[in-house]
């Protein structure tokens, strides 16, 4: 008897980051990233302690709240 098992769907690979990374790339302070985080603004998962962010989330984010000044 040859049986197929079912097709396993793909998974995309998520890059998670640190506060600290996520403060880094935005060029603001760790408590601003954690305001964000707190505020709804910006998701986040809770590892332990920690809270690591989806760097799309960072991504989308940034081109959110990008305004053109002219």
Do not use: C, W
Request: charged content about 25%; overall charge positive.
């Amino acid at each position: 008897m040859n049986r197929q098992l079912p097709a396993q769907p793909q998974r995309s690979a998520v890059t998670f980051l640190t506060v600290a990374e996520v403060a880094a790339m935005m060029r603001v302070s760790k408590m601003t990233v954690y305001r964000l985080v707190h505020g709804g603004e910006l998701s986040a998962v809770r590892v332990g302690r920690s809270f690591r962010v989806p760097e799309r989330a960072v991504q989308d984010y940034l081109r959110d709240a990008y305004t053109d000044i002219a």
